[in-house]
């Protein structure tokens, strides 16, 4: 898994975060590989990690939300203000189900300690959700956490697909002297991480426990939806576009592919009634 020696051939996940960076779907021949949770980056051993992504295989696990949890966090990609301390970090990856496809449109509720390991729990330092756009991926910028009395450093994060339960978890980083003695520590959750200039770039893959069925992504077919026109699985929607829906009027938040159970009755994150 993460950090594993390269096997003799390419991953399942391998092979589909390729052809998402290439906007293709992913060769059929090759879905039926190996899963492995995330991309190699070398050749170093490292703890077995999980989730591996295949048809029907084990969910990224969830563990405790902690008491530095605050609802209504801003819509943000980047945590950083003018002047923040401590060393950049980017954090990116993608969000599959089951069966490794992508999916869009998943709220990511992140939250973390500032440098000198210190909440903001009067407003909103550190702190921001987005949603992963249609090919599953999101990224993240903020500055490497700090550390606190009995804790190893980690970002908190909630991850909820359409319509689908929310996945409380947390994110790790390697090497980290405190992850032997941290009792919360789970080596599943280690983030990929490396150096990059004086800043560090950090990726995880999320497979939440959505069922779906195996096979290739399907390649979406965008189509114009006339002013007024029905809301449909299978289009593609851009923000701001307007949809009638068992009779209400709703306005498009986050560009996504349309698929049943994501009528807007059902997906406040994707549309608004108007």
């Not at 591996?52 to 969910?59: K, V």
């Not at 939250?111 to 756009?133: C, L, M, P, S």
């Not at 399907?218 to 307007?242: D, E, K, N, V």
């Amino acid at each position: 898994m993460d950090g594993e020696n390269t096997p003799a051939h390419p991953s399942r996940k391998t092979v589909l975060r390729a052809a998402l960076a290439a906007g293709m779907a992913a060769p059929i021949a090759l879905m039926g590989v190996p899963a492995l949770a995330r991309t190699l980056t070398d050749g170093s051993a490292a703890p077995e990690l999980t989730p591996t992504c295949d048809d029907g295989d084990d969910p990224t696990p969830a563990q405790t939300e902690g008491p530095y949890f605050k609802p209504a966090s801003p819509l943000r990609t980047s945590l950083l203000e003018p002047g923040t301390p401590g060393t950049r970090l980017t954090v990116s990856g993608y969000v599959f189900g089951l069966a490794c496809k992508p999916i869009g449109g998943v709220l990511m509720d992140f939250w973390q300690a500032d440098v000198n390991g210190a909440y903001d729990n009067t407003g909103y330092r550190f702190r921001g959700h987005q949603f992963t756009d249609s090919t599953g991926a999101f990224a993240l910028t903020t500055v490497v956490p700090g550390l606190y009395p009995g804790r190893t450093r980690h970002i908190h994060v909630k991850v909820q697909a359409p319509g689908r339960p929310v996945l409380t978890t947390q994110l790790y980083f390697p090497g980290e002297p405190r992850n032997n003695t941290d009792t919360i520590f789970d080596p599943r959750l280690l983030m990929t991480v490396r150096d990059a200039g004086g800043a560090k770039e950090a990726a995880y893959d999320f497979v939440l426990n959505v069922p779906q069925d195996p096979g290739p992504t399907p390649t979406a077919t965008a189509t114009t939806l006339p002013p007024g026109g029905t809301w449909a699985a299978g289009t593609a929607y851009q923000a701001g576009a307007r949809v009638g829906y068992a009779g209400r009027g709703y306005v498009c938040l986050q560009g996504h592919v349309a698929q049943p159970g994501w009528e807007p009755p059902s997906v406040p994150a994707l549309w608004r009634a108007v």
